[in-house]
């Protein structure tokens, strides 16, 4: 560029000019901001929200409404949430369930809900009128009234909903040593199915308790007696699942046990550290499990949890059980093993333990029937007699298997 100085311009070589742009036909055009406009405009779902219960966990949450037999639902529930699995829910607050919300158009729900499908509209047209039923829906499917769709009806398909075996090739994994035998005496329990959770394991001892020099871990105690009472039910024809397994303690005839860190989740699977992590795990192998024999016609299944309780020294507790929250079938089972108990116990020795309800996570989270059982006060001298003494533990096999198997 040069400036003169006579006419008060710059001169300089002529700036680059722009190629001109290419012209289109206009059909072009419009094919090319379609698909941009229509993918802008389109709506993002919109599912249902409900909030959280007291002690609710996910799968209670989803029982709720219906949800929990799919595998599918679990998972998306996660993801339009943005939580990890491990997360925890939390009391009070609303998460969105995966159900999907559909204005009637007051002419019928196929249009509404602009299906194909012939027999979606009568599976929607249950669901909605078993939420109304369980009073888990307010107002009844009619015009002006929101169509409820179960996120399985649309989105699962058969490889979703299929049951999930634990990764084993085995039916039933070997939970007997030394010279103990699975030789049955009956098929008295013959297509029945009992899973029996001894308390705590691999990381988590439980309680513990010093005893002449002696350290008493919880988990051990709990072992030895659900061992025994699974023994008792493979002999007489069950299928049995012990949900925390020990590779090199079968039976033990000891008074004080040896505590270790060795126990695995069936079939063969590291006990997680988190306490929730842990519960959660062995709930899953319930639920899975639990599924698969249904499916198989197998109605009878039963859980049983097994523990010892820590309380003062001075406390001494009989043998006492716990069952779900709102369900009859559960409650009746711990009554009936509370009655079994009461009978069992030596004349002239009253018995008090009690049965009540509690929230708890195994009872709360898993679909068979279940019971929760505390042995006895790991601290108190008196119940102890009842976990040291081999006879004892024993006895409380026999006596937790008679009053299970009624």
């Known amino acids: 560029m040069i400036f003169n100085k006579s006419n008060g311009r710059i001169s300089g070589p002529p700036a680059k000019l722009r190629k001109p742009m290419p012209s289109f036909p206009l059909k072009f055009l419009f094919f090319i901001l ?9 709506p993002k779902p919109l599912y249902l929200t409900a909030k959280v219960r007291e002690g609710e966990g996910v799968y209670a949450l ?3 409404f219906a949800l929990d037999d799919y595998d599918c639902n679990i998972e998306h529930f996660y993801r339009i949430n943005k939580l990890k699995s491990s997360d925890p829910l939390l ?3 609303y998460y969105k369930i995966p159900v999907l919300i559909y204005a009637h158009n007051g002419i019928s729900i196929k249009s509404s809900v602009k299906t194909n499908d012939p027999q979606l509209p009568r599976k929607i047209e249950d669901y909605n009128s078993k939420m109304l039923k369980s009073r888990v829906r307010q107002k009844p499917l009619k015009k002006g009234a929101d169509i409820w769709v179960p ?3 649309l989105e699962c398909n058969e490889a979703d909903v299929e049951e999930k075996e ?16 699975k030789n049955k005496k009956s098929k008295l329990l013959s297509g029945k199915v009992f899973y ?12 513990q308790h010093r005893h002449h020099r002696n350290t008493l871990c919880e988990d051990e105690y709990a072992y030895d007696v659900s061992i025994r009472l699974a023994k008792k039910l493979l002999e007489n024809g069950a299928t049995v699942y012990m949900l925390t397994r020990d590779p090199n303690d079968g039976i ?4 004080y046990l040896p505590c270790d860190k060795d126990e695995m989740h ?6 997680p550290v988190g306490q929730r992590s842990r519960l959660a795990a062995r709930a899953s192998i319930v639920n899975q499990l639990y599924k698969k024999h249904k499916k198989e016609g197998l109605k009878f299944q039963r859980l049983i949890c097994i523990h010892v309780d820590s309380r003062s020294k001075k406390e001494q507790t009989d043998v006492f059980f716990y069952y779900k929250s709102g369900s009859d079938a559960s409650e009746n089972l711990a009554i009936t093993m509370q009655n079994t108990f009461a009978f069992n116990y030596p004349k002239g020795r009253a018995y008090g333990g009690e049965v009540s309800r509690r929230d708890l996570f195994m009872l709360r989270e898993t679909k068979p029937t279940s019971v929760y059982v505390e042995l006895g006060n790991i601290k108190n001298d008196r119940d102890l007699k009842r976990l040291l003494i081999v006879q004892n533990r024993e006895a409380l096999a026999d006596w937790l298997y008679e009053g299970l198997v009624k």
């Open 196 to 207: 029996v959770d001894a308390g705590h394991g691999g990381p988590d001892p439980g309680a």
């Open 266 to 271: 069936y079939p063969a699977a590291k006990v």
């Open 34 to 42: 379609i698909p941009v406009l229509s993918s802008a405009a389109k």
């Open 62 to 64: 989803l029982r709720r």
């Open 166 to 181: 634990p990764n084993s090739s085995k039916e039933a994994v070997p939970i007997f040593f030394n010279d103990e035998t």
């Open 91 to 93: 009391e009070n607050h």
């Open 252 to 255: 033990r005839n000891g008074d």
């Open 151 to 153: 996120y399985h009806e």
